[in-house]
C-alpha cells in the first residue's frame, strides 16, 4: 500500500441491483438472552438499504468503489427494542495492462491489484420513508492500515419506480421445530454521487463528480417467528441456525 494514489475520479451511479463486498446491511442482534425453548418472534420494524457502485478507467489503471450503508429498527420478544446502523466502503485500484499480459495474474482472476483500502463504521443512512433520497457521511478507519483513514461522503435519489413486493414461508424443521416468516419489501432503482478521500502515508485517492454504475434503495419490513421442539438446542433458523 506504499505507493503514492493522488488523483481526482468521480462517481455519479445509476443502475439496477448489486451485490457488495465491502459490507451488509444491520441486522436484528443475534440471540442469546430470553427463553431459549419457547416461541421466539423477530421484528424487522423497518431497514433500509443502500448501495453504490463507481468504476473509473485512467490508462492502464482502473478504480474501483463500492459503498453500503443502512440503518435498522429491529425489535425482539422477549427482548428490547433496538436501532442499528453501518456503513462500508471498499476502494480498489487494479492495473488493467499488467492484467491483461501477465500470465499469473490472469490465473489468478486476470487483476493485478495495486491498491485496496476498506471499512467499516457504525454510522446510520439518512434516507426518506418513500426511498426518494437518502445520504451518509462518515470518517472510516481502513480495516488493516490504522494509520489511513477513509472519508466518505454519498447522496442517493430515486430516479425509478416504488417497485412493492411482500413474500411469506412456513417451514417444518424435521425433528428440530417450525419457522414462519413475511417480508413486506421496497425498493427503487437510484442515482448516487459518491466522494471518497483516502488519506494517509500511501497518499491520497479521491473519487468525486462523476458517472458511474448502480445504485438502489431497498427498504424491508418483516417478523419470524421460530418454535423450537422441546429438548431442542440451538434453535435459532431466524439466524440460519437450525439446531
Known amino acids: 500500500m506504499g505507493r503514492r494514489l493522488t488523483r481526482v475520479l468521480t462517481a455519479t451511479a445509476a443502475g439496477a441491483a448489486m451485490a457488495l463486498a465491502c459490507a451488509a446491511p444491520a441486522q436484528a442482534s443475534p440471540p442469546g438472552s430470553g427463553d431459549e425453548h419457547g416461541p421466539r418472534m423477530y421484528h424487522t420494524i423497518a431497514s433500509t438499504h443502500a448501495s453504490a457502485v463507481a468504476q473509473v478507467v485512467e490508462g492502464c489503471e482502473r478504480t474501483d468503489v ?4 443502512a440503518v435498522g429498527h429491529y425489535a425482539a ?6 436501532k ?8 480498489r485500484v487494479v492495473d488493467v495492462c499488467a492484467a491483461a499480459g501477465d500470465v499469473a495474474a490472469a490465473a489468478a482472476g486476470g487483476e493485478v491489484v495495486l491498491a485496496e483500502y476498506d471499512g467499516q463504521v457504525k454510522v446510520p443512512l439518512e434516507v426518506d420513508p418513500r426511498l426518494t433520497a437518502a445520504s451518509v457521511t462518515a470518517t472510516i478507519p481502513e480495516a488493516d492500515e490504522p494509520d489511513v483513514t477513509i472519508a466518505l461522503a454519498v447522496r442517493w435519489t430515486g430516479t425509478g419506480e416504488l417497485e412493492h413486493s411482500t413474500g411469506h414461508s412456513h417451514v417444518l424443521i424435521p425433528g428440530a ?3 414462519s416468516s413475511t417480508a413486506n419489501d421496497l425498493r427503487r432503482v437510484a442515482d448516487a454521487v459518491v466522494t471518497v478521500e483516502v488519506t494517509g502515508p500511501a497518499g491520497t485517492l479521491l473519487v468525486s463528480d462523476e458517472p458511474a454504475d448502480d445504485a438502489l434503495l431497498e427498504r424491508t419490513r418483516s417478523h419470524c417467528i421460530e418454535v423450537p421442539r422441546p429438548g431442542v438446542e440451538e434453535f435459532f433458523p431466524c439466524f440460519g441456525f437450525p439446531g
Open 66 to 69: 463500492f459503498v453500503s450503508s
Open 177 to 179: 421445530g417450525v419457522v
Open 77 to 82: 420478544q422477549p427482548g428490547p427494542a433496538t
Open 84 to 91: 442499528q446502523g453501518l456503513t462500508g466502503v471498499l476502494v
